[in-house]
């Protein structure tokens, strides 16, 4: 090969021997680091190859004799993590769920725990705002069918509500009406509910109807019944509606919402901090005082 | 024909030489080498609740200080300004005076400078330090090398810890790295620079230029017969040789002697009378050696000089040689001059101009609203109220543009509380998140309106944030 080497003039460079149509090509030979670094990556790769894990295989691929995996990583960051919560989360175990308030930063722990945990467990039904939809409570109001304080919300939770497998699940059924009223005596009912909330005119047949079969649940001004489970009438939120066709459909035949009992299926912890979240929502209520309630003089009084 | 394929390492031993060029290259070499070094311990009062290191990009609590200005992670566009000011700075510098950055500024070139001398500290100077290189491994040579590489692993070690002293405090990470109590994070930093540092500028030198920098490539797209470069003016010197032969024939020979002096100095190890190409940085070192050569022997200096090509063109047709400042002037270095000082005074107006209060307000989207027993509407909203001062204060929220009886509160504030303006304090330096709650009695109506915070102190600084009020049925 040495016979034939040829010379570009102008540039001292040797030609390779490639021509294409005149255009040759010269030899402008790179660096022995650079063919040095080259070898060094094949290198590296092969290292690579045997450290780490790299060929796919059906299920998987080769480990590599580190035993890396970014499975591995990523359960160690999850022990980690559980391990850097371990103290707060014990915190929170140790905490009487209405003692949390008083510890801001334990009650914001909750809370972010709680946000958590509601998007895994409680959106389905209660939307992701905790909004609800018909037949699903809103979350986020300050009407509570069961009580809206720290421990009433903690209590629904590990209980559920009408959840048959929970002995001490919140339960109550509102008796079915269809067959006792007819379509006159419901339209009463159903205007005499509205006008609680000032939507209709009162009307004493339909007050009278009320006194004698809801009063006992929902109040004698409908102002509900928290203990047992009775919803308020007298204010703008409904369930399974407002409209004086809805009120008179529950009348006949009422729907009952079923809610699962968490308890055994969520950590104690997680069922507290799921309280706390809902609890934050905006629509929380404070324990109950010690004085009687204004609404309740005002019932006495009339 | 193999081995042809790769081209065999050599070593550029530059010959010591002085004169203006090299003095200019001392000067800038200890700026810029104090500069990286000294920077990170100026220190700089900011008060109690912000570090008093005077340059720290602080990446963990996502602050960048410089002397007397504070960079928040949303005002990241100061730093975008300034990186791109720097690279229309080398745009301009390359069209005012052509691979100046290459030649002087560059760390690269820099270190390479900075290593070169520790070689002729221990080696001698450019054929000693040859005959070395092809002496046998004696003990004396080993000895020899393995004190001049200790020095060179200090400079680079010293080099990379320097770096992460831009991240930290620098007199709590200098103690908490010698005993050994600093992030992992710093220690592989400082040895991913020391061996980079003690690679690239104790031993690939030049070839980083050549083969590894882009910017002699993009460099070549931008010089032109107006830019500055180094040139050997040929017409002047050819035919070179040796004082003897011109003394006999000055007819025949130019002002070359061909002592090879040029060559000897050069740091890229390039023969500059080749014409220009991607290994010359433009130092200027050959200038000064042929300017002494030319002195020397009574001929007039610049055989060897800053020129532009249209320049040589026009001397080599007779005409006169004029100033290298002159190829300043050229409506190309105007331009960048003009876009790179206007970015320069955005910025500077931007800084001048920004508050240090900021809120910002994201209404609650799930759900819009929310409809209260008694027929109120309650909305909810995210504040950020930025305290961008480096002392805790007391910011006022008021709603402005809500109906009468409008009042608000938030997750620390309660009900009982709720009013239409709140007081709350932010700390030092913080952006302080409140979940904001707002409501409108039964009856009343409201669609657009505005957060108004005001700091409560003697400035009264203040920010607007516009939102919305979502009512049922206003969809």
Redesign the interface.
């Known amino acids: 090969?040495?016979s034939n080497k040829r010379i570009d003039e102008p540039t001292g460079t040797?030609f390779v021997g490639h021509e294409w149509d005149g255009i040759e090509e010269l030899?402008t030979?790179?660096?022995?680091?650079?063919?040095y670094t080259f070898y060094a990556t094949i290198l590296f790769a092969i290292v690579y190859v045997v450290l780490y894990p790299a060929w796919p295989l059906i299920d998987r691929a080769t480990a590599g004799t580190l035993g890396w995996s970014s499975r591995g990583d990523l359960a160690a960051e999850m022990r980690a993590a559980d391990a850097a919560r371990a103290g707060v989360v014990a915190k929170i175990a140790a905490t009487p769920i209405e003692a949390l308030p008083s510890d801001?930063q334990l009650m914001q722990a909750a809370v972010s725990g709680g946000a958590a945990a509601f998007k895994v467990n409680c959106v389905q039904c209660h939307?992701?705002?905790?909004?609800g939809s018909p037949g699903y409570p809103?979350l986020?109001?300050?009407?509570w069918i069961w009580g809206g304080t720290l421990t009433e919300i903690e209590y629904t939770l590990t209980h559920g509500i009408r959840w048959d497998a929970a002995a001490e699940t919140r339960s109550n059924f509102m008796p079915a009406f269809e067959g006792s009223f007819d379509a006159g005596q419901v339209n009463a009912l159903a205007g005499h509910v509205l006008s609680l909330?000032g939507k209709a005119k009162p009307n004493a047949t339909g007050a009278q109807m009320f006194a004698d079969n809801c009063a006992a649940c929902h109040g004698a001004g409908g102002e509900g019944l928290p203990a047992v489970g009775g919803p308020?009438l007298n204010?703008?939120?409904w369930l399974y509606g407002g409209s004086a066709a809805e009120i008179g459909k529950q009348i006949l035949a009422p729907r009952h919402g079923v809610m699962p009992a968490w308890q055994g299926r969520l950590d104690p912890v997680t069922i507290k901090m799921l309280a706390a979240y809902v609890h934050?929502r905006?629509?929380g209520q404070a324990p109950a005082p010690a004085a009687p309630q204004p609404e309740a003089a005002k019932v006495a009084a009339k | 024909m193999g081995s042809a394929l790769y081209e065999a390492g050599r070593t550029v031993h530059n010959k010591r030489i002085d004169g203006p060029f090299r003095r200019f290259k001392w000067a800038i070499m200890v700026i810029t080498l104090t500069i990286y070094y000294a920077t990170p311990w100026l220190r700089w009062d900011r008060g109690p609740y912000a570090p008093d290191q005077a340059v720290l990009v602080d990446l963990s609590n996502r602050r960048f200080y410089m002397f007397d200005i504070e960079i928040w992670p949303h005002e990241f566009y100061f730093v975008a300004g300034l990186l791109i000011m720097a690279g229309i700075g080398l745009f301009l510098v390359t069209s005012a005076v052509g691979r100046a950055w290459c030649g002087y500024a560059c760390p690269q070139t820099v270190w390479t400078d900075l290593f070169q001398h520790v070689d002729r500290f221990f080696d001698g100077d450019r054929n000693a330090r040859a005959r070395l290189d092809k002496a046998p491994w004696t003990a004396a040579k080993t000895a020899r090398r393995l004190a001049k590489w200790a020095v060179y692993l200090a400079i680079a070690f010293w080099t990379g810890g320097a770096w992460i002293m831009y991240f930290a405090d620098a007199p709590t990470l200098t103690h908490d790295f010698w005993s050994g109590t600093a992030d992992p994070i710093a220690y592989a930093t400082v040895a991913v620079l020391t061996g980079t540092t003690f690679w690239l500028g104790g031993f690939m030198r030049e070839q980083v230029c050549i083969y590894m920098c882009p910017w002699p490539r993009i460099q070549t797209a931008m010089l032109d017969e107006k830019s500055l470069i180094v040139t050997y003016k040929d017409w002047r010197g050819e035919q070179r040789g040796s004082l003897k032969k011109a003394a006999k024939n000055p007819e025949k020979y130019g002002d070359c002697i061909d002592c090879q002096l040029c060559v000897a100095v050069c740091p890229t190890g390039i023969d500059i009378r080749e014409g220009q190409q991607i290994g010359c940085i433009t130092c200027g070192l050959c200038i000064d050696a042929c300017d002494r050569v030319m002195k020397e022997t009574g001929r007039p200096r610049g055989l060897i000089d800053y020129a532009t090509l249209d320049q040589c063109d026009a001397e080599r047709a007779g005409a006169p040689a004029r100033p290298a400042w002159k190829a300043l002037l050229r409506p190309r270095t105007f331009i960048y001059f003009g876009v790179w000082a206007g970015i320069g005074a955005g910025l500077l107006f931007a800084l001048g101009t920004r508050t240090h209060t900021d809120l910002t307000v994201a209404p609650d989207r799930n759900p819009p609203f929310m409809l209260l027993k008694d027929g109120s509407v309650r909305n909810a909203y995210t504040l950020r109220l930025r305290n961008m001062e480096a002392r805790p204060r007391d910011m006022e929220v008021a709603l402005q543009g809500l109906p009468a009886g409008a009042v608000m509160w938030t997750d620390s504030i309660s009900l009982e509380n709720a009013a239409p303006t709140q007081t709350v304090t932010v700390r030092a330096n913080e952006t302080r998140v409140l979940r904001a709650y707002v409501l409108l009695p039964s009856g009343a109506t409201a669609s657009a309106f505005a957060f108004r915070l005001t700091a409560q102190d003697e400035q009264h600084e203040s920010d607007t944030a516009e939102t919305t009020f979502a009512m049922p049925g206003a969809e």
């Open positions: 090969m040495t040797e030899n030979p790179l660096p022995r680091w650079w063919l801001p939307g992701a705002g905790a909004a809103n986020n109001d300050d009407d909330s308020a204010d703008v939120i934050a905006g629509g």
